[in-house]
């Protein structure tokens, strides 16, 4: 894709968010939905690899599959949701958690190299369909409809006028603001850290091969540098988008079960 | 030409508005990864947790018990030990009284063989000057008669003088004995 922009011209084009949509790879097919597929694939097989032979001892290899087990069912799920209730949104919260993971870590990747919930579809059909509905849903069953709705928007202990205020901030946060925020954070984190790789990357190129002055071949290998450096930082955004997506999810449920907040 | 597909590409594509054919497909492949997680995954390591808890407490249950055994059997070999000191001061103190009697009877016994001898040596002895003094006196007699006869010249016939004679020397002789045989 660089060398497609840097061939039109000796300007340096910086990349804009069309390194997002290439072309389909066959019929309407695109890489973040071959990628997506796969994502699926991997932690499938990861999983089931790991279950079929569980030994009271771990290998090596089921100590790992059991970390990450372990990391989303008792720190993210049992932390977030209580210990009473928190036992049938293990599956969800382990699902949400390594699909969000290795989709960002396909950024890093070599070939694969891009990470799939910079696609907003993505991360919104996680957030407003599936988490959305799961945390309201598990709200209005534990609790009725009225009295849920009321616990929600109706937070008690509060003076009554200071209601006319509240009221519609906690609609808006909880019933619009909430899983629209949970779905985009993770996609603007994945935007902004692959644009900025393919900047620092594309920069470089074109610092150290095209540009005609010899003197700005060190600032090329700069940006490289600082490719690099960003590429261990975005890892590090990687896993902790994923993490806090499964974590807020998780306190999301937690919070309607609970009898008041 | 390239350039006016990425135009066109740029202009159908809004970064923040969301496809549909991506949530669809979001939405399919996340659901099949709950499903697989849900039915398989999850319950296989529930079930081993469950089975890990279970041995790790079961582990510790044996452990407790096979302490409380051993403090049991120490306890016991204490007391045994305990008892078989006590056993063998006893019979040390048996074996020692024994001794002692038997060395008692020994010496009582030493002491009635002693006293016996010398009761038999005694008594052999007092035979034995029993009889010499009895010889002695039949040969003082004689010679007494004897020799007084020689003295005198002239036999004693009355017999009865003659005993009565001797008689009282043989009283003067016995008066005088005890002495002269203490000397001897």
Known sequence: ?261 | MVKSELYLAAEEHNPVLPEISEIILGLVSFGILLFVLWKFAVPKFEALYKERTAKIEGGIEKAEQAQAEAQRALEQYKAQLAEARAESARIRDDARAEAEQIKADLHAQAQEEASRIIAQGQAQLEAQRAQIVAELRADLGRNSVELASRIVGESLEDEARQRGTVDRFLAELDSNAPAGAGKK
């Open chain 1, 1 to 261: 894709m660089g060398a497609l922009v840097l061939a039109e011209g000796g300007d340096f084009v910086p990349p804009n968010t069309d390194i997002f949509f290439l072309p389909p790879i066959f019929g309407s097919v695109t890489k973040p939905m071959v990628l997506l597929v796969l994502s699926v694939l991997v932690i499938v097989a990861f999983f089931m690899v790991a279950a079929r032979g569980l030994k009271i001892v771990p290998s090596r290899f089921q100590f790992m599959a059991e970390s990450v087990y372990d990391f989303s069912r008792n720190n993210i799920a049992r932390e977030q949701i209580g210990s009473k209730d928190f036992r049938p949104f293990v599956p969800l919260i382990l699902s949400l958690f390594t699909f969000i993971l290795v989709n960002n870590l396909f950024g890093l990747i070599p070939i694969l190299q891009f990470p799939s919930m910079s696609h907003i579809g993505f991360p919104l059909a996680l957030s407003l369909l599936v988490v959305y509905p799961v945390w309201h849903g598990v709200g209005i069953r534990r609790h009725g409809l009225g009295k849920y709705l009321k616990k929600e928007i109706f937070p008690p202990g509060v003076p009554v006028p200071v209601y006319f205020l509240l009221s519609p901030i906690e609609v808006f946060t909880k019933f619009i603001m909430n899983p629209i925020t949970l779905g985009v954070r993770v996609f603007a984190a994945m935007f902004s850290g692959h644009l900025i790789l393919v900047l620092f990357t594309l920069a470089g190129e074109y610092l150290v091969f095209e540009s005609s002055s010899l003197m700005l071949a060190p600032v090329g290998i700069l940006s490289w540098l600082f490719a690099i450096a960003m590429t261990f930082l975005e890892a590090l955004i990687m896993v902790l988008q994923a993490f806090i997506f499964a974590n807020l999810a998780a306190g999301y449920i937690g919070r309607a079960l609970s009898e008041d907040h």
